[in-house]
């Protein structure tokens, strides 16, 4: 597993290097944004898991983390959709989809014992996420990264891109 960790949006220029599991805790520590509150978006991907992974070890390090589990699922924008079915049709399929991308991060923290709370949002993914981090006031984002064929996503996935830039706190991304 590897780490990368960007401070704020002016940093993304220069990532910092990978560190080992203990001096990215202690790293983030020393800068002075203990992580309290952890904003922990996933997608039910592998990367997304080890996100999660990394977010118990660093609960576990600290003790007093709090963590925010969510999935954004986007919208559905087809009339055709929203013609046929039901508003209720339609929230309860996105509560069902996104139970689905939060479970493998739910048996995850449940079997380590780590509390969290848990929210399916719907809107565009990365703005959505952003504007979670900032309505509940996290202290950091930890969140899984993906290569993408094109040249805006090529090192980091597009939402992942998106999210850093959208957000004025610690991203910590795992790949």
Do not use: W
């Amino acid at each position: 597993m590897s780490f990368m960790l960007f401070r704020t949006m002016d940093d993304l220029a220069a990532p910092m290097p990978s560190f080992g599991r203990t001096a990215v805790a202690r790293f983030s520590n020393s800068l002075g944004a203990t992580m309290k509150t952890i904003l922990l978006p996933v997608d039910g991907s592998e990367n997304s898991t080890r996100a999660v992974q990394r977010a118990i070890d660093i609960y576990k390090e600290s003790g007093e983390s709090k963590l925010l589990l969510v999935t954004a699922y986007p919208p559905i924008a087809s009339g055709n959709v929203k013609r046929f079915f039901s508003a209720g049709d339609i929230q309860a399929f996105y509560m069902e989809e996104g139970q689905k991308a939060l479970a493998p991060a739910k048996a995850l923290l449940d079997a380590a014992g780590v509390p969290y709370e848990e929210e399916v949002l719907v809107g565009p993914v990365a703005q959505t996420i952003a504007e979670c981090a900032k309505k509940k006031n996290v202290d950091t984002v930890i969140m899984g990264t993906r290569g993408l064929g094109t040249v805006s996503g090529m090192v980091l996935g597009s939402v992942t891109t998106k999210v850093l830039s959208l957000v004025d706190v610690p991203v910590l991304l795992v790949k």
